[in-house]
């Protein structure tokens, strides 16, 4: 395999982790592991929207810009075992290339109705830490499918940044308050704290906290950004409903 080749495959895996929300630091570990797996000695470079690869024997270097896509740990466990299997001897080099083939063309995403009803059962997780009526119980996990349902489908329509968002709290703020006006529960904070949950961007908190750490202060503090807006376009969109209910009840 040449180095162009080396160059061009281990790029792609490293785009299919940033794509797949992967951490800057595990991206260069695995892309240069799967370098010098294919006797190439790289340097990667990884930004929150880019990757850069470099040769170190001479300057052939490769750039690629990404999008952040959302998360799919699914893919990022694949292909850091794939890397580890290449790095041990396990496949061979044209297994490996196949195998990323295949995840680049062939990526799957779970059914929308799975992915709402998993959304209702994460919605009820805060109820398993304080007493709560069984009404409180069952509508946290209506409102939070109801919820993440328009979050689904704001992003497939509108191409306006943060839409989804908004519109998902806005959703969850107007049903959570219609329910304690129909006399469900006596407060509809507590029902609304709990249908929000699967809007907020726990992972990417996380991966942030954990790129600080590991010195990627960059990506760090742009992925603590970009949480801090998804959660504050959340909140937008509860204060609205909030309002909205308030003037015509």
């Known amino acids: 395999m040449t180095e162009d080749e080396t160059l061009s495959i281990s790029l792609d895996a490293g785009v299919l982790l940033l794509s797949s ?18 006797n190439v000695n790289i ?65 799957s995403s779970f059914s929308l109705p799975l992915k709402v009803l998993s959304a ?5 997780a805060p109820s398993l830490i304080y007493n709560t009526s069984v009404i409180s119980y069952v509508s946290m996990f209506f409102i939070g499918m109801i919820g993440y349902y328009v979050y689904q489908y704001t992003e497939k329509k509108s191409s306006a940044i943060y839409a989804p968002e908004f519109m998902g709290g806005l959703a969850i703020g107007i049903f959570c308050l219609i329910g304690q006006y129909l ?16 809007l907020v961007p726990g992972l990417s908190i996380t991966n942030a906290i954990r790129e600080i750490i590991f010195g990627d202060i960059i990506s760090g503090i742009v992925r603590s950004m970009k949480s801090l807006i998804i959660v504050s376009t959340l909140v937008a969109g509860l204060l609205v409903s909030i309002e909205l209910v308030q003037f015509f009840y």
């Open 43 to 107: 340097i990667c470079y990884v930004t929150l929207t880019s990757i850069m690869v470099s040769t170190t024997e001479n300057t052939k270097t490769k750039i690629c810009k990404s999008k952040i896509a959302g998360f799919d740990l699914q893919i990022v466990d694949v292909i850091n075992e794939l890397s580890r299997s290449l790095e041990r001897g396990q496949i061979t080099s044209n297994d490996f290339i196949k195998r990323i083939e295949t995840i680049k063309n062939n990526r």
């Open 120 to 124: 209702g059962l994460v919605a009820m």
């Open 183 to 198: 006399g469900l529960y006596n407060h509809y904070q507590f029902v609304a704290l709990g249908a929000v949950m699967p």
């Open 21 to 38: 929300g992967a951490e800057s630091f595990r991206i260069e570990e695995t892309v240069e592991r799967i370098a010098s797996s294919l």
